[in-house]
């Protein structure tokens, strides 16, 4: 079968493979990469799962692997076996909101623990990324839309060390969070506040290089169902984030090769 348009490449699956489970007990399951193929298809078109082609198996398929993949921590594993070779010299965090399209608004739980806020565009979800000086996603977050970027992003930054840059804009910017990445050895050059009396260190020259976070939302915005919220549970669309970003790492190992 022709490998159709939004399909793994031979080697996007040899670095995938190796990652999945092998426990094949019981009934033989609809091939994997058949399958994962198809949860990229609609990961990219943001068509809904009953809408996959049947060259993929049956739909009901693809969304239980889905599902029961990302409950076993499979998505996660995957994201932190092909993120092992960031460049974390420098990195960049920001954040993105995403509309929460109205078939995910409808669980009736608090938006807090859905990761939805309101706004004036209605209900939203905030992605936060920290990337690598590449601009390949390190750590994902989702918050609700309205959640400050900066106090969100406190969780996020234990993994910055000696040596290590911190680039982000001004809603960053706190001397409690430059005291604590200093005791980690790391340096956050983030724009200052401009009511700031003592004002910090900035390199002006080093922050150019933080469009790289914006360049990855761009391409992560790629994947419509990433650039609009379709599930209802944010860890499924948790785990759709990060599946894109597996994508993108993928293809940044290609452009390299």
Known sequence: MPMARFDLTDAEWAAIEPVLPTDTRGV????????????????????PWADIPARYGPQTTCGNRFRRWRKAGVWDRLLDAVSKAYDG?????????????????TAKKDDRSRCMGHSRGGLTTKIHALVDAEGRPIALKLTEG????????????????????????????????????????AWANVRPMPNRKNVPAF?????????????????????????TRYDKDPANYLASVKLAAVRIWLRSYESTT
């Not at 993994?159 to 910017?173: K, S």
């Not at 390199?203 to 650039?227: G, P």
């Open 89 to 105: 010299d420098v990195q960049m965090i920001d954040a993105t909101s995403v509309r929460v399209h109205q078939h995910a608004a």
């Open 203 to 227: 390199s002006a020259f080093l922050y150019r290089y933080r469009n790289l976070v914006e360049r990855f939302f761009n391409k992560i915005k790629h994947f419509r169902a990433v650039a």
């Open 28 to 47: 033989e399951r609809v091939d994997d990469r058949r399958v994962l193929n198809g949860i990229f298809w609609r990961l990219r078109t943001g068509a």
């Open 146 to 185: 309205q959640a400050h970027d900066g106090r969100s992003s406190d969780d996020m930054l234990g993994a910055l060390g000696p040596g290590q840059t911190l680039l982000g804009d001004r809603a960053y910017d706190s001397d409690e969070r430059r005291d604590r990445l200093a005791q980690q050895g």
